[in-house]
């Protein structure tokens, strides 16, 4: 990017720290940065449509809430629709109505083709939103891809899983008996019970064939640890 001012045409920034003038209303604000890329009143009429802003847009910034901000800033960025938008936590300070508007809106661009790439401490939201991960943990690069996939590669962490049957028992001591399974509870309050498996391959062919030699009936099968989070505080961990 350096002495390479074109490729502004093609990005579109929105920062974390505040970058807008208070005494300016939004759609001044909008129209600025429209004005900027050589566009007009119309292209700002278009991004404020666009983040759902058009009934605030005659009120001074200074007037905004953070999460009123946050979507004033990322209309100044799609304002020259660009085809890669880069955030910076983006939903810091938005309420969970706005925070879905939001995710709805990066879902669309991603199915137009264009690149989002965005930062947040909130794991919950990359896990919604993102289908691909970049971690970072103490400034080194820990992790890429698909956040499933690399769970499932992390052999020396056991697999858990919630399970819940017909006969819970008799399938606890029938799986116990495979080496592909280190340890069974069963959870009282849950009805159910909770399985590390030291095998992912195994143990899922495993538990279907189990269930169907005993006349068994799987109720539930659900990865207890195989979210984000997990995975976030498993490479923190390492």
Do not use: C
Not at 51 to 74: C, F, H, N
Not at 142 to 156: C, E, K, P, V
């Amino acid at each position: 990017m350096w002495r390479n001012e074109a490729i502004y045409k093609h990005i579109g920034i929105v920062p974390e720290r505040e970058a807008s003038y208070d005494f300016l209303t939004g759609r001044e604000f909008v129209l600025a940065n429209a004005e900027l890329h050589g566009l007009g009143a119309k292209a700002a009429q278009k991004a404020l449509a666009t983040v759902e802003m058009e009934y605030a847009q005659d009120r001074k910034i200074a007037t905004y809430s953070k999460g009123m901000r946050q979507r004033v800033k990322m209309a100044s960025a799609l304002v020259h629709e660009p085809s890669l938008l880069l955030l910076d936590e983006p939903f810091n300070g938005m309420d969970p109505r706005q925070r879905m508007q939001l995710m709805d809106l990066l879902r669309r661009m991603g199915d137009e083709g264009r690149t989002v790439l965005f930062s947040s401490h909130i794991l919950e939201e990359v896990e919604q939103l993102a289908w691909h991960i970049e971690v970072v943990v103490a400034g080194r690069h820990a992790a890429s891809g698909d956040f499933r996939r690399i769970r499932r590669l992390m052999t020396d962490r056991p697999h858990r899983y919630l399970v819940r049957s017909t006969d819970d028992r008799t399938l606890a001591a029938a799986l116990i008996a495979d080496p592909s399974t280190s340890g069974i509870e069963v959870d009282q309050a849950e009805g159910a019970l909770l399985i590390q498996a030291v095998d992912f391959g195994r143990f899922t062919a495993l538990l279907p064939k189990v269930a169907k030699e005993h006349g068994i009936r799987l109720l539930t099968v659900s990865p207890s640890d195989e979210s984000l989070e997990s995975v976030f505080s498993y490479l923190v961990a390492a």
